[in-house]
C-alpha cells in the first residue's frame, strides 16, 4: 500500500514541478542528436517538396499508377542496399521515392481537387500541424518513454490488414471500411511518437543514417496524410467506391518498413472494394460528381480528371 502512495505523490509532485520551460528542456538530447535530428527533418522536408511535385507532374501528364508504384518500390530497395557513404546518391533515391510516391497518390489528390481545391491545402496543414505536436511531444518525453506502444501499434497494423484482407475475399461494408480508416489514421498518429523516440534511441546510440530515418517518418506523415484527405473528401457513403477507384497503394510503406526491420503492413486502398465492386463505384463517382457540378452551376465536362479516370 504504500508503495502506491509514494507512486501517487510522486506523480502529482512532477505535475506541480511542469512549466512552460519543460517545453524547451532539450537537455536529454545531446548536441550530436540534435544536428542529426535537423538533418532527418531537413530532408524529410526536400522529401515532401519532392513528392508534392510527383503529384503535380500526375496531374499534368496523368501517369500515377501501378508503374511508379513499382518504381517508388524499386527506389526503395536500391536506397536501402546502398552503403551508408554514398551519402550523395541515398540522398537522390530519397528524392525519387518521394517522387513516385507523390506520383502514385496523385489521382487521390487530383480526385479531391476537383471536388474541392481547398481540401488538399486543408489536409496537408492539419496533418504537418499533427506531426509537429506529436513529435515534439516525443522529443519532450523522456527517453524511450513511448516505445512500448510499438507492439501495441503492430498489432493494430496486424489487424488492419487481416481485416483488409477478410473484407477482398468476403466483402467489405461502409462500417469496415469507416473503421479502417479512423483506426489506421489513429495507428499512425502512434507511429509518428514512437518513430520519433526510435530515432533519437538509435542516434544516441551511433546511428546517424538520417536519410533512412527520413524515409522512415515520410511514411508516416503520407500514410497520415492520406487518410486525412479522404476523410475531408467527402462525408458521404459514396467514399468507400469513390476510393476505390485511384491508386492509393500502401504495399510502398509495407515494403519500406519490412526491410527497416520495423512493425507495419499497411492497407492497399486501391483493391478495397474488389473487383466485382467497380462498376457500382464508376456510377457511384459519376453521381458524387453529377450531384457536386449541379450545385456549382457546372456540367460534367467541368472536370476533365473525371473523364479520364472514368
Known sequence: MDSFTSFFDSQSTSRNSWSYDSLKNFRQISPVVQTHLKQVYLSLCCALVA????????????????????????????????????????VSLLMATAL?????????????????????????????????????????????????????????????????????????????????????LLVFVGYIVVDTQDIIEKAHFGDLDYVKHSLTLFTDFVAVFVRILIIMSHPGKSIPFAVCKWRCDYAVFAFQNYMSNEFAFMLQLNGHCGSRHKDKAKRKVLRIFTENAKGRGKSKVGFPSLDRAL
Not at 511535385?53 to 511508379?68: D, K, M, P, R, S
Not at 524499386?74 to 554514398?86: K, M
Not at 479531391?112 to 492539419?126: E, N, R
Request: proline share 2%; net charge negative; with cysteine.
Open 100 to 184: 513516385f510516391e507523390g506520383a502514385s497518390i496523385g489521382p487521390l489528390i487530383e480526385l479531391a481537387i476537383d471536388f474541392d481545391s481547398s481540401i488538399v491545402v486543408t489536409a496537408f496543414v492539419g496533418c504537418a500541424v499533427a506531426f509537429g505536436c506529436f513529435s515534439a511531444a516525443a522529443m519532450v518525453a523522456r527517453r524511450r518513454e513511448y516505445l512500448y506502444l510499438g507492439g501495441l501499434l503492430s498489432s493494430g497494423l496486424s489487424i488492419l490488414f487481416w481485416l483488409h484482407f477478410a473484407s477482398s475475399i468476403f466483402g467489405g461494408s461502409m462500417a469496415l471500411f469507416k473503421f479502417e480508416l479512423y483506426f489506421g
Open 51 to 90: 513528392s508534392a511535385v510527383g503529384a503535380y507532374l500526375h496531374i499534368l501528364w496523368n501517369i500515377g499508377g501501378f508503374l511508379t508504384t513499382l518504381g517508388c518500390m524499386g527506389c526503395i530497395i536500391w536506397l536501402l542496399s546502398t552503403p551508408a557513404y554514398e551519402e550523395q546518391k541515398r
